[in-house]
C-alpha cells in the first residue's frame, strides 16, 4: 500500500512527520509513504495571539479535510496543538512513545529564571506559561510572541524586541537537535505543562481500520494511557486557547495513574491546582474535572 502522510511545512512539523514515515517505513517494508505538506490557518496568521484569533483548530483545520476527503491517509501533527476532540469521522492513533514533555526557557543572558532582574520580559504565546510563571515572579513581565522555533529564538536575540527570554516546549527542541539552546527545564510539578505536550498526534480516518493498526502496533503503553487521562481532562474542561489550561500525568512503578492539573480564568486571576490518581486513564480525566467543579 502506498500512504500519504499529511503535515503542516514548518521545520519541526517537518521533523515530527519523517520520524513517523521512517518509522512506518521500517516497520511495513512492503509499504510505501510520502508526505503531503498542507498549508494552515495557523500558518498564514503569524501576527496575533492564538485566544484573539480562534481555537487549537486552526493549525489542523485544513489537514482534517484533506484526512476526510481522502486526499492524504494520515496526519501528523504536536497532541498539544489539537482540538479536545476529534472531528467527526477521524480518530487519533494510539500515543508513541512520548517525548519530554517539560516547557523550558532559553534566555538571552541570565544563568536561570529565579536570577532575571526585576521588570525582564518573557515571550511566550501561551496564556498557561504566562500566568504559572508570573505566580513564581510576579515582578516579570510577559509578551505575546508567535512562530516557529527559529523564529521565536531569533526575535530573542534580535535587541529590538526587547526580550530577555522565551518559553518553549523541551520536545520541539529536542526533535529539532537544539536542546543544547535550553538554559532551564522547568519542573513539570512547578510550571504544569499543556495536556499530552512532548506525544506526537497521529490521526486518521476511523474506518481506515487497517492503517490505525499498523499505527497502534508502534504505540507505547504508558504514555498513551496518560495523554488519553490528560486529554480526558482538557475535552471536560472545555479546553481551548482562551483559558490556561495544564495536566501532567505519570505511571507509577505500580502501573497507577498520578496527575495534577491546573485550570485558570482568561485573566489568571484565579488558578486552581488539584491532584488525583487511579488506574484507569478517562476516570483519572473524570475525576479531575469533577474536583474542579467542571463536570
Known amino acids: 500500500?502506498?500512504?500519504?502522510?499529511?503535515?503542516?511545512?514548518?521545520?519541526?512539523?517537518l521533523v515530527q512527520s519523517e520520524y513517523v514515515k521512517k518509522r512506518m517505513?521500517?516497520?511495513?517494508?512492503?509499504?510505501?509513504?510520502?508526505?503531503?505538506i498542507i498549508k494552515t490557518t495557523g500558518d498564514k496568521v503569524t501576527d496575533k495571539p492564538l485566544a484573539s484569533i480562534g481555537t487549537k483548530g486552526l493549525f489542523v483545520k485544513e489537514i482534517e479535510e484533506e484526512l476526510l476527503s481522502g486526499s492524504i491517509d494520515m496526519a501528523v501533527h504536536s497532541m498539544?496543538?489539537?482540538p479536545a476532540e476529534c472531528e467527526a469521522g477521524l480518530t487519533f492513533a494510539k500515543a508513541w512513545k512520548r517525548e519530554d514533555c517539560r516547557d523550558v526557557l532559553i534566555l538571552k543572558?541570565?544563568?536561570?529564571?529565579?536570577?532575571?532582574?526585576?521588570?525582564?520580559?518573557?515571550?511566550?504565546?501561551?496564556?498557561?506559561?504566562?500566568c504559572q510563571l508570573a505566580m513564581l515572579r510576579p515582578d516579570i513581565q510577559f509578551t505575546a510572541i508567535r512562530g516557529n522555533v527559529d523564529?521565536?529564538?531569533?526575535?530573542?536575540?534580535?535587541?529590538?524586541?526587547?526580550?530577555?527570554g522565551i518559553?518553549?516546549?523541551?520536545?520541539?527542541?529536542?526533535?529539532?537537535?537544539?536542546?543544547?539552546?535550553?538554559?532551564?527545564?522547568?519542573?513539570?510539578e512547578v510550571v504544569i505543562p499543556a495536556p499530552a505536550q512532548g506525544v506526537l498526534a497521529i490521526e486518521a480516518a476511523s474506518a481506515n481500520t487497517e492503517l490505525l493498526d499498523?499505527?497502534?502496533?508502534?504505540?507505547?503503553?504508558?504514555?498513551?494511557?496518560?495523554?488519553v487521562a490528560e486529554r480526558t481532562f482538557l475535552r471536560l474542561s472545555g479546553g481551548g486557547c482562551h483559558a490556561p489550561i495544564g495536566a501532567h500525568c505519570v505511571t507509577k512503578e505500580n502501573g497507577d495513574?498520578?496527575?495534577v492539573v491546573l485550570f485558570g480564568n482568561d485573566d489568571c486571576s484565579r488558578i486552581l491546582r488539584i491532584e488525583v490518581t487511579g488506574t484507569d486513564s478517562e476516570a483519572v480525566g473524570h475525576e479531575a474535572a469533577r474536583m474542579l467543579g467542571l463536570e
Not at 500500500?1 to 512539523?13: E, N, Q
Not at 502496533?217 to 504508558?222: G, I
Open 167 to 188: 518559553v518553549l516546549a523541551a520536545a520541539g527542541l529536542n526533535r529539532l537537535g537544539r536542546s543544547s539552546e535550553i538554559t532551564e527545564y522547568l519542573d513539570p
Open 25 to 36: 517505513e521500517e516497520a511495513y517494508p512492503e509499504d510505501t509513504f510520502e508526505l503531503v
Open 151 to 164: 523564529t521565536r529564538i531569533n526575535k530573542l536575540m534580535d535587541d529590538s524586541y526587547g526580550l530577555d
Open 109 to 130: 543572558s541570565a544563568e536561570s529564571f529565579a536570577v532575571l532582574p526585576s521588570g525582564a520580559v518573557i515571550g511566550t504565546g501561551s496564556l498557561r506559561r504566562a
Open 80 to 82: 498539544k496543538d489539537m
Open 214 to 227: 499498523k499505527i497502534n502496533a508502534l504505540s507505547d503503553d504508558n504514555s498513551h494511557r496518560e495523554a
Open 1 to 13: 500500500m502506498h500512504y500519504r502522510i499529511g503535515t503542516r511545512g514548518s521545520k519541526l512539523a
Open 257 to 259: 495513574l498520578r496527575m
